[in-house]
């Protein structure tokens, strides 16, 4: 069984070919980094036309690459949200002719259910497992039952890990994206030279909050001689990165209580998103699931970060299901994996289109 996967949600365009036999034929990413660079964050409008430009090649060289033709293929997989509206319908849209070309069955695949399953291509975990997903939008913490079946426990009552990051990054005076600018800078640093806050840390609970960190960090910049020196810039990054693991590790910690009781067969901690990249907090978070009896997985670098190859997977787990979609299915701004968890305290109101995620 051969998926292509689709993937336009946010500011990477990229195309994969899996089998179900967990094989990635093809998986390509193309970064509109530089496009969005100089307005310093991901531009909706700029991101939807960089997919239309690229994404018909893109899926022609992963076909290519994988020696395979259109014919070929059990089924197509693409992105149908949550994600910048704009940008998820090209990648919908361009599936579903390709659905419809080939006759083979649709899937619109939740970027998150994307997330969560990616484990799952790389090693034969079984369910249930806790995830501890961390990128730029999102940051929670779900039990995940099954393909489709995500208890949550705790979300981000406003910025999301990799947000923070980014943000940071922009006060210290680093590029973007931040994640990375910090994890490199945060190296030559010493994290015990500033105290930061950790919001809600030592409270009950899996939520968290990142944007009250992100003033502390502000006011810090501010009281130090502008421009940063190097060594100031280090120093700051890496007690942000510290105190952001810091953060994660205690509500994962909680996480993991909770996981024992209502899931008491599981063994497995997954993290990914694109803050899963972070070596500091891959190394606290394998010791923290070897102290609880748990093994950590962490998938590898290229599949923590947005990707096709992980919603061509979540393809391959439904189609085995038989949980395909119709040519109707719509792109959706806002799809929380968990539509019956309760809103973060703090989140006020959910909104006219409903919760985020
Ligand atoms: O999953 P992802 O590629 O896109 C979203 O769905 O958001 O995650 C991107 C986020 C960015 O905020 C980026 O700064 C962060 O992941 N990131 C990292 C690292 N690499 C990427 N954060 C910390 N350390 C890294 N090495
Ligand atoms: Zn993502």
Redesign the pocket.
């Known amino acids: 069984m051969i998926v292509l996967g689709i993937e336009s949600?946010?500011?990477?365009t990229a195309a994969a070919l899996v089998t179900d036999q967990r094989e990635v034929l093809a998986d390509l990413v193309l970064s509109q980094l530089k496009d969005h660079a100089p307005f310093g964050g991901v531009v909706p409008e700029i991101a939807a036309r960089r997919h239309i430009d690229h994404l018909d090649s893109l899926i022609a060289r992963a076909l290519k690459e994988a020696g395979i033709g259109f014919g070929q293929l059990d089924a197509v997989a693409a992105t149908a949200g949550p994600?910048l509206i704009g940008a998820v319908m090209v990648g919908l849209m361009t599936g579903k002719a390709i659905a419809s070309v080939c006759r083979v069955p649709l899937i619109a695949v939740n970027?998150l259910e994307g997330?969560a399953l990616s484990a799952r291509l790389i090693a034969s975990i079984e369910f249930p497992f806790l995830l501890l997903l961390?990128?730029?939008?999102?940051c929670q913490l779900l039990i995940v039952d099954g393909v489709g079946a995500y208890r949550r426990l705790g979300t981000t009552i406003d910025d999301?890990?990799?947000?923070a990051?980014?943000k940071a990054?922009k006060l210290i005076g680093l590029g973007?994206?931040?994640?990375?600018?910090?994890?490199?800078t945060a190296k030559t640093g010493d994290p015990r030279r500033f105290a930061l806050p950790r919001p809600l840390h030592g409270r009950p609970g899996c939520d968290f909050s990142f944007a009250g960190l992100k003033t502390a960090v502000l006011h810090l910049v501010e009281s130090l001689p502008n421009p940063l020196s190097p060594q100031d810039q280090a120093d700051v990054a890496a007690a942000f990165?510290a105190t952001?693991a810091d953060v994660l590790i205690d509500r994962t910690t909680n996480a993991i209580r909770t996981f024992k009781t209502a899931a008491a067969q599981g063994s497995t901690l997954v993290v990914?998103?694109?803050?899963?990249?972070?070596?500091?907090?891959r190394e606290r978070l394998k010791a923290l699931a070897e102290a609880n009896g748990l093994t950590l997985l962490a998938p590898p670098?290229r599949l923590?970060?947005?990707?096709a190859a992980m919603i061509a997977w979540a393809g391959v787990e439904r189609l085995r299901l038989g949980l395909t979609d119709g040519l109707d299915a719509s792109p959706r701004a806002r799809w929380p994996l968990d539509p019956l968890a309760e809103p973060a305290p703090g989140t006020g109101r959910v909104g006219r289109l409903g919760r985020k995620a």
């Open positions: 949600s946010c500011d990477e994600g970027h997330h961390v990128s730029g939008g999102h999301a890990a990799g947000e990051l980014d990054a973007y994206p931040g994640g990375p600018a910090i994890e490199r990165q952001v990914a998103g694109g803050v899963a990249a972070n070596t500091l907090l670098l923590c970060t947005d990707n």
